[in-house]
């Protein structure tokens, strides 16, 4: 079967009971429930989805990883994630950056995070504070550990060093 327009220029569009249902246009764009999906310049290509309650793209994996990207109007929300008890993983050049379980763990450098934010490697914040709160007997700890050289603190302002706590010997 072969679906084309009349002339050069002309879009393909699906309907039924006499409605457009999707439609791609000579650009390379692509609508499905609007007939005019929108256009971000000649070197993008889109696909634009949607509904008056809001659109989904949902990716399923022979019924077992179920993936789905979706926004929703009445709600005012956005989602991006899986619907099956499976991890959503971030990649960036082929390489996993970050991964987040079904338990609500997140990992930033390891493929299986052990507490709420779990990193792996260096943590670096500018403009704000650390802040840490904890219920219950054993309330809240900061726990420095390292497999070399002693752990410390230090604190500074303006570019001086004005407390230090740890070992002067390593």
């Known amino acids: 079967t072969y679906l084309g327009g009349v002339d050069t220029g002309d879009s393909v569009r699906i309907r039924t009971n006499g409605t457009d249902k999707a439609v791609f246009e000579?650009?390379?764009?692509?609508?499905?429930?609007?007939?005019?999906?929108?256009?971000?310049?000649?070197?993008?290509?889109?696909?634009?989805?949607?509904?008056?309650?809001?659109?989904q793209i949902r990716l399923n994996g022979?019924?077992?990883?179920?993936?789905?990207?979706?926004?929703?109007?009445?709600?005012?929300?956005?989602?991006?994630?899986?619907?099956?008890n499976h991890p959503l993983t971030f990649i960036t050049s082929s390489t996993e950056a970050m991964r987040i379980l079904s338990n609500g763990n997140v990992g930033i450098g390891t493929s299986s995070p052990g507490a709420k934010l779990d990193v792996a490697g260096s943590v670096y914040a500018t403009g704000g504070?650390?802040?840490?709160?904890?219920?219950?007997?054993i309330g809240t700890n900061l726990l420095l550990a390292s497999s070399g050289a002693a752990p410390n603190i230090q604190f500074y302002r303006a570019g001086w060093q004005n407390w230090f706590i740890g070992s002067p010997n390593n």
């Open 62 to 84: 022979n019924g077992v990883v179920d993936t789905v990207v979706s926004s929703n109007a009445v709600s005012s929300t956005a989602v991006v994630g899986t619907r099956s």
């Open 129 to 137: 504070a650390l802040y840490a709160s904890g219920t219950g007997s």
């Open 26 to 55: 000579t650009g390379g764009n692509v609508g499905i429930g609007t007939i005019g999906p929108g256009d971000f310049g000649a070197n993008f290509r889109n696909l634009e989805i949607y509904g008056t309650s809001g659109g």
